[in-house]
């Protein structure tokens, strides 16, 4: 089968291969990849600059979707034929997260998506909604659930909140379709007007450019009427948490999910002065995943796919994502 390894960092050096193609034991599942996608942490792998570690000779990504073709002894949940993406955790399938769920993160520590066949575990993968392409599918387990994550399991959101998203990549864009899904108003940031255009046709009530605005914080308080944002979907790190906690309300969440602006040292009063409730976020269960579908198809809802690129053209998908030119998801199809 036709793969891709990480047998050294950098876009240009990953390797396709050929591999024999796995099989299933005891409930494990095969399945045939249709498509992938592409998150910030599968660049950060790929260019070894990633924080936790990696497998040697690594299959990169986390996300895919395809067909399930064969199941192993004991399997239940999913039979052959079966529309499925993997859960970007293999063995988080609810509950508190455990370090063995920690450690079944497809793409760093166990071999990802990016193949023609992979082999996942029973309680880690989860049926498509029926109206969503493989292609569409293949964006959900990681951006998606952890937006979900953030908004519903921390977030509690219901309808009226107010609700804050930075840029416009996989997460802030599924973050502004559930808010939307919800009842929520939105607030997004960007430093491009034109995204910020494409942002509200999605659903978003305004649109802060951050270059022009650099006090995107206090601008946000004001759209609010002074009150504050409820919850912040926060991706920069420590470019951006000084002014995510500047722009919620009294007892407002901070949902914390990436860092693409680097660590630093934050001042606790800042939390304290906002009585701030701030949760780090890390994807999410296959319970989350689940319920997260059934609101994706009450709503009908679609994701939102900046580009598709073809299999042999994966490092061109990497450079895509690394130039920050997207706006929404990116995906690789197998075909």
């Excluded at 960092?9 to 291969?17: E, N």
């Excluded at 899904?181 to 659903?203: H, N, Q, Y």
Aim: charged content about 20%; overall charge positive.
């Amino acid at each position: 089968m036709r793969a891709y390894q990480l047998q050294q960092p950098g876009i240009d050096t990953l390797s396709k291969v050929d591999l024999p193609t796995p099989k299933p034991a005891y409930r494990q599942v095969l399945v045939k990849v249709a498509a992938c996608s592409l998150n910030f942490r599968d660049l950060a792998i790929v260019l070894g600059k990633y924080r936790m570690p990696v497998k040697s000779n690594v299959i990169p990504l986390s996300d895919g979707a395809g067909e399930v073709v064969e199941v192993g002894p004991g399997v239940t949940r999913v039979k052959a034929g079966d529309r499925v993406a993997g859960g970007f955790f293999q063995r988080w399938p609810g509950g508190l997260p455990s370090p063995e769920a920690q450690n079944s993160a497809l793409g760093g520590t166990a071999d990802g998506m990016l193949a023609e066949y992979v082999v996942l575990e029973e309680e880690g993968v989860v049926k498509l909604p029926s109206h969503l392409s493989y292609e569409e599918g293949a964006t959900l387990p990681c951006a998606g659930v952890t937006a979900w994550n953030a908004l519903v399991e921390h977030g509690k959101l219901i309808s009226g909140d107010t609700i804050l998203v930075q840029g416009t990549g996989g997460v802030s864009m599924f973050a502004l379709q559930f808010a939307r899904l919800m009842g929520a108003t939105v607030i997004a940031t960007s430093s491009s007007d034109d995204k910020l255009a494409r942002a509200t046709k999605l659903g978003a009530a305004h649109g802060i450019n951050y270059k022009t605005t650099p006090d995107w914080d206090k601008a946000a308080t004001e759209l609010t009427g002074g009150r504050g944002v409820d919850q912040v979907v926060e991706v920069g790190g420590a470019g951006t948490m000084t002014k995510s906690l500047g722009a919620i309300r009294m007892g407002g969440k901070v949902s914390m999910i990436g860092v693409l602006s680097g660590a630093a040292d934050l001042n606790p009063m800042l939390i304290m002065g906002k009585r701030a409730n701030v949760q780090g976020i890390s994807v999410g269960s296959t319970q989350m995943f689940e319920a997260m579908n059934r609101a994706i198809t009450a709503g009908g809802l679609k994701p939102v796919i900046d580009k598709v690129f073809g299999f042999d053209d994966t490092p061109a998908a990497f450079k895509h994502l690394q130039s920050a030119q997207h706006f929404g998801k990116i995906v690789i199809k197998m075909a």
